[in-house]
């Protein structure tokens, strides 16, 4: 179930990382390593990724993408063709989702609750929470203040106090993943 204007899909896979090499270069900064093999904590963001580990990624990248469509495939019931346009990175509407069979019905949290008493024998009067993620950055403090240093340090300090004062982090914050299986989170709560 999923509201007219939801956004359901995204079915993928996606392996992100910085590449801060040209910046550290910039500012004098070398990063240096001694590993055990060529592929520890690769990529690392200091400097290009090696064939070999874009390899190692993409292995890990298309058998989480298998076991993704598999769970898709079981739990909505889909033929390989109705697999194939519904797992192909894009986004549907709510309205859309139901012909790519990803919903069942349009509806809101009211309607949701409706149909678990109704089709599960779920308690209407069973408490319904709301849980925020936790900012990843509040765990890291010193990488807000890295930030500004760096930019400070490169000749950017209006920058830096300019995106410190527009939320910048804040809004950067909404962009990341939560996990292997990642939900978009509105900026706002419903």
């Known amino acids: 179930m999923a509201q007219q204007t939801s956004l359901v899909g995204s079915i993928g896979v996606l392996f992100q990382y910085p590449n801060f090499a040209d910046l550290l270069d910039k500012l004098g900064i070398k990063v240096e390593a001694v ?6 904590a ?3 963001g200091f400097g290009p990724t090696s064939p070999e580990a874009r390899a190692a990624l993409n292995s890990i990248i298309q058998d989480s993408y298998a076991w993704f469509k598999s769970l898709v495939r079981d739990r909505r019931h889909l033929t390989d063709a109705e697999l194939a346009t519904a797992s192909d990175g894009r ?5 859309q ?19 678990l008493a109704k089709e ?3 308690d209407t009067k069973l408490p319904v929470r709301d849980y925020q993620l936790k900012s990843r950055f ?5 990488l807000h203040a890295a930030a500004l240093a760096a930019l400070d340090a490169a000749g950017f300090s209006a920058l830096g106090g300019r995106l410190d004062e527009l939320g910048a982090v804040a809004a950067i914050e909404r962009f990341n993943l939560d ?5 978009w989170h509105p900026a706002t709560a419903n």
């Open 35 to 40: 590993k055990s093999t060529p592929l520890k």
């Open 42 to 44: 690769a990529p690392d």
């Open 91 to 95: 986004v549907f509407t709510g309205h």
């Open 97 to 115: 989702a139901i012909g790519a069979k990803l919903i069942d019905e349009l509806g809101d949290e009211k309607t949701a609750l409706a149909w």
């Open 120 to 122: 599960k024998n779920v």
């Open 138 to 142: 509040g765990d890291l403090p010193f």
């Open 179 to 183: 996990g292997l299986l990642a939900l």
